[in-house]
């Protein structure tokens, strides 16, 4: 497979996949009261925008040495995760939030995102509606035999696994619903309109 991003661009992704996951982990573990997990003090709680370092934060951390040109060229990442957006586990297609469940990252890799001032890239996660995977299985066999569950689908979106970053997910969104924060847009696009 020929990827056009370079290897520091990869790079820059993987280690915030590896911290998102790593803060997914350790507040997904149920505690014996039936509570999440808190993370501790000397957690650094970081995202869902992920802006590359500037010379400046590479100047004081290094030490002043020898600073890296290919920082410049990092673009900012934004993460659509569980760990940042639990409201947007619910399906597109009917609505459900109880059937829903999160399925790991897309597959696809990053998005492009065209803002004003710098392109973005926005990674999001995959949601799998067992309820509609059920439903596809099992079609009705007449063509009047109607079930709740497909009174209340969205015919014009199809399937039941979806990815937070595709425009199927966010096609029966208001626009006042989107979180303000989400990868849907980048940050100064949202603040224009």
């Not at 951390?61 to 760990?83: C, E, M, W």
């Not at 799998?128 to 009047?144: A, D, G, L, Q």
């Amino acid at each position: 497979m020929n990827n056009s991003r370079p290897q520091f661009q990869l790079q820059w992704e993987s280690e915030i996949v590896e911290y998102v996951q790593f803060l997914w982990e350790k507040m997904r573990r149920w505690s014996k009261k039936g509570e999440t997990n808190k993370l501790g003090v000397n957690v650094p709680l970081l995202g869902p925008r992920f802006i590359p370092p500037s010379y400046l934060h590479i100047e004081k951390r290094s030490g002043g040495g020898a600073v890296d040109p290919t920082i410049q060229y990092l673009k900012p990442l934004n993460i659509v995760h569980p760990f940042y957006y639990p409201q947007l586990a619910q399906c597109p297609r009917c609505g459900s939030d109880k059937d829903t469940t999160w399925e790991g990252w897309t597959s696809k890799g990053p998005r492009e995102l065209h803002s004003i001032l710098c392109e973005e890239m926005a990674l999001g996660a995959q949601l799998r509606c067992n309820r509609c995977k059920e439903t596809s299985k099992s079609k009705p066999k007449t063509r009047n035999s109607t079930t709740h569950h497909s009174d209340l689908v969205d015919s014009s979106i199809e399937g039941y696994c979806f990815t937070t970053t595709s425009a199927m997910y966010w096609k029966s969104w208001e626009h006042w619903r989107i979180p303000r924060e989400s990868c849907a847009l980048a940050e100064d696009l949202c603040q224009l309109i």
